[in-house]
């Protein structure tokens, strides 16, 4: 398994932007597809983005296409989410994931996960 550690999540206004960075222990960080999660209080943990092992094909949950961007930098062992024209409804703690499907990409496909970063969104 892979170790993941997540920074860059705090406190923005509506409209602003932050990045979120995600390090990875480990030799094998360019076999796994990465991915970012969230979860609201009260809510299940929801897909937001995902990578595949070269970086070079992404997927988007509908609800940040556009304003969400995922990328990787295998030499670095590193997955950043650039995120603009945040929300108040897109605050909520965001988990860095590993996993090895990029066809399936519920939390369920993805067996090693960070810690968390929050995010809050201020209106």
């Known amino acids: 398994q892979v170790q993941l550690v997540e920074s860059g999540g705090g406190l923005v206004q509506a409209g602003g932007s932050l990045r979120l960075s995600c390090t990875a222990s480990?030799?094998?960080?360019?076999?796994?597809?990465m991915g970012w999660f969230r979860q609201a209080p009260g809510k299940e943990r929801e897909f937001v983005a995902a990578?595949?092992?070269?970086?070079?094909?992404?997927r988007y949950a509908d609800s940040v296409k556009g304003r969400f961007t995922i990328s990787r930098d295998n030499a670095k062992n590193m997955v950043y989410l650039r995120m603009n024209s945040l929300k108040p409804e897109d605050t909520a703690v965001y988990f860095c994931?590993?996993?090895?499907?990029?066809?399936?990409?519920?939390?369920?496909?993805?067996?090693?996960w960070g810690q968390g970063t929050q995010v809050t969104v201020s209106s």
């Open positions: 990578i595949n092992w070269s970086g070079d094909s992404t």
């Open positions: 994931a590993a996993g090895t499907t990029y066809w399936t990409i519920g939390p369920a496909d993805f067996g090693s």
């Open positions: 480990g030799r094998t960080f360019r076999n796994y597809v």
